[in-house]
């Protein structure tokens, strides 16, 4: 298995734009996040998702932010419009349903916002 | 109160010598506790997981669990300067598998 897969590894946008961040998670893999790591918050998590449901999005910081799963092999986050402190790196991970199951973690996109 | 606590550190110790790394969780219900380690740059990776009282060893790594105090740690044997590394505590803190972390001891391993 490729494991999970995000896109773009690194972006760079003006204050305003919009973004979109993509993960594919692993095959077989029923539960998705969505993390924010920054120096000073560290690790957060924004939104999970298990089924392709939505099950807790009390991380996600404002209305600028929405996450999508229209299916179980893909994902998306949209920030709108961005703002220079959404700069961070964004983790997508994912793990099968269970008790005992670790979360593997994508590569990561860079976000910078200027 | 945090969800997951770790000391920030740096926690930084000589080449050889037992590495100790703790955290702490808030809620009593959490059934899984795992160990990550993110270096810098890259994404956070999976070296230890933890479901039961007790210790549990793999290798150089032992991971102990006290749902009592609701602490758990990771301790690092013959460290190595290839184990200088933040180290994340990450705790299953709900169901549908809502993993917490902590914001991550960073460990330095003096050659």
């Known amino acids: 298995d490729a494991g999970v897969i995000q896109s773009p590894r690194h972006e760079v946008t003006e204050m305003g734009q919009e973004v979109t961040l993509r993960c594919k998670p692993i095959s077989g893999h029923n539960s998705l996040f969505w993390y924010r790591q920054t120096m000073m918050r560290g690790l957060e998590l924004l939104i999970y998702?298990?089924?392709?449901?939505?099950?807790?999005d009390s991380g996600m910081p404002e209305d600028r932010f929405s996450a999508k799963m229209p299916n179980a092999s893909f994902s998306t986050l949209k920030i709108q419009p961005s703002e220079p402190r959404d700069s961070a790196v964004y983790f997508c991970?994912?793990?099968?349903?269970?008790?005992?199951?670790?979360?593997?973690f994508g590569q990561g996109t860079r976000l910078t916002v200027v | 109160q945090k969800e997951v606590e770790q000391n920030s550190g740096p926690l930084s110790v000589p080449e050889g010598a037992i590495a100790s790394l703790n955290c702490t969780y808030s809620d009593r219900g959490s059934q899984s506790f795992f160990w990550y380690r993110q270096y810098s740059g890259k994404s956070p990776e999976l070296i230890m997981s933890i479901y039961s009282n007790g210790d549990k060893e793999d290798g150089r790594f032992t991971a102990q669990l006290n749902k009592a105090s609701q602490y758990v740690s990771l301790l690092i044997r013959d460290s190595q300067p290839s184990d200088s590394a933040t180290y994340l505590c990450a705790v299953n803190t709900g169901g549908y598998q809502k993993v917490t972390f902590g914001t991550g001891t960073k460990l330095q391993v003096i050659p």
């Open positions: 991970a994912s793990s099968r349903q269970g008790v005992d199951t670790e979360a593997f």
């Open positions: 998702f298990n089924n392709n449901v939505p099950i807790d």
